[in-house]
């Protein structure tokens, strides 16, 4: 009977971790380590009329960024403008 007891509640704490790593790895955009998610809007108007490889600069509350038109990285999709060192996703 107390192993079941142990067995059960190792189980419950098992899933709430499980569920609670779920839930950060969705609020910071699904994947670990990044932001992660769609480009801001801005990023993809600053690319509406250039190329693929064309400098870009987008203004945001977070300040002006310059970088470069990339397309995402399957080739499907919208050019958004990429910061210097950074990759799609």
Known sequence: MKS???ASTLFV???ALSISACSSDNQRGGK???SGGKPPAEAF???ASKSEGQSCTV???RGEMSG???APPKGEGELAC???GKRPK
């Open 59 to 61: 203004s945001s509350s």
């Open 82 to 84: 990429v910061p210097a």
């Open 32 to 34: 670990r380590g990044g």
């Open 45 to 47: 108007e600053a690319c």
């Open 68 to 70: 470069t038109c990339k």
């Open 4 to 6: 079941k007891t142990i």
């Open 13 to 15: 704490v098992m899933a």
